[in-house]
């Protein structure tokens, strides 16, 4: 198993690079199988992620296409936009940071047991207590999943989200309160990052650009600051809205 970093793939500055638009690429590349869509939007199905995507979310026809696939007064994710069109309510406005693997030391967790839809109903719980982010009852299905269990207890969890060619995502890292400072996230992303690298994808992540604790132990295990971003909450326009505007 490699435990050598991948460099990331030069490409031309004219070129947008993969993870600008990682939703997109995942659920029009390896997730396709998961992807509901219509025209220049896609989405996963409700239960398995929120997550939304555009295919420019600067063509206001990819705009039309997801107010299509969601319908109309629906609240909904959307990233990598600045601002939503006329007629889109902004419920909210967040920024985030993306970090990609530079020198991760990525090897298995000997102690990490592969979690499955059996254990859905203790994820949704360590999750509801951690608060690392959306999990929902199939998002399971995403990739592997890996947990730490204590005394038969599931007290950390970290697995795989988005798929963008050649890149993965290592999402939901969170550890019981009660047993934090022990490492147990590092050896469960060391982990995940090994079985990435084995089929020969990148890992990557995200975390909120407040979450600076977080994003300093992320730098501290080998990943590297690659872009801030935006996501936005928004509602669609509902038929009231389209009337009067």
């Not at 890996?146 to 697995?159: E, V, Y």
């Not at 798929?163 to 999402?171: D, L, M």
């Not at 020969?200 to 590297?224: C, K, M, Q, V, W």
């Amino acid at each position: 198993m490699s435990t050598v970093a991948r460099p990331t793939p030069p490409q031309s500055p004219a070129t947008p690079h993969i993870l600008d638009n990682a939703a997109w690429a995942a659920l029009t590349g390896p997730h396709a199988h998961l992807a509901e869509r219509v025209g220049r939007a896609a989405r996963y199905p409700l239960d398995v992620s929120p997550f939304t995507a555009l295919a420019d979310p600067a063509d206001p026809r990819a705009w039309d296409d997801l107010a299509a696939l969601v319908g109309p007064g629906t609240v909904t994710p959307v990233t990598g936009a600045k601002s939503a069109p006329r007629g889109w309510e902004t419920v909210q406005h967040g920024q985030g940071v993306q970090l990609v693997d530079t020198a991760l030391r990525a090897e298995p967790a000997p102690e990490a047991v592969r979690l499955g839809p059996d254990d859905v109903p203790e994820i949704l719980d360590l999750i509801a207590l951690t608060e690392p982010g959306p999990f929902l009852p199939r998002t399971v299905e995403l990739g592997t999943y890996l947990g730490i269990r204590h005394r038969g207890r599931l007290i950390a969890l970290a697995g795989e989200r988005l798929r963008p060619p050649g890149w993965t995502e290592i999402s939901a890292v969170c550890t019981a309160p009660d047993h934090r400072g022990k490492g147990l996230a590092t050896r469960l992303v060391r982990a995940i990052a090994a079985g990435i690298r084995e089929r020969g994808d990148t890992p990557f992540l995200h975390a909120s650009a407040t979450n600076t604790g977080a994003i300093r132990l992320y730098e501290s295990i080998g990943f590297t600051l690659r872009r801030r971003s935006d996501f936005l909450l928004v509602r669609t326009p509902g038929a009231q809205q389209e009337q009067t505007a």
